[in-house]
């Protein structure tokens, strides 16, 4: 059992830059797999990430070479650098171990155009 605190959204215009971060606690996080989500309103939360314990990371095949995700074990946190943002990116942002626990609130990304 996990409890995980997102944050780091707001609003950016198109092409714009943030940094969204996500604590988590209640397990030993350095061998957590941990990916980020998001879900658009009417929509169906999707995947957008993924960070492997022992280093490797997956790819929603839209946000390739935009998106980059990272960890710091020591902070037990989870990282989403989220550059050359697009209208399409807006969404709540999650994140969640593998396998999947109870959701948090997720943060809100907003990209005007």
């Known amino acids: 059992q996990v409890q995980l605190v997102e944050s780091g959204g707001g609003l950016v215009q198109a092409g714009g830059s943030l940094r969204l971060s996500c604590a988590a606690s209640g397990r030993t996080f350095s061998s957590a797999n941990m990916g980020w989500y998001r879900q658009a309103p009417g929509k169906e939360r999707e995947f957008v990430a993924i960070?492997?314990?022992?280093?490797?990371?997956y790819y929603l095949e839209s946000v390739k070479g935009r998106f980059t995700i990272s960890r710091d074990n020591a902070k037990n946190t989870l990282y989403l650098q989220m550059n050359s943002l697009k209208p399409e990116d807006t969404a709540v942002y999650y994140c969640?171990?593998?396998?999947?626990?109870?959701w948090g609130q997720g943060t809100q990304v907003t990209v005007s155009s």
């Open positions: 969640n171990a593998l396998p999947l626990q109870p």
């Open positions: 960070s492997g314990y022992l280093g490797s990371t």
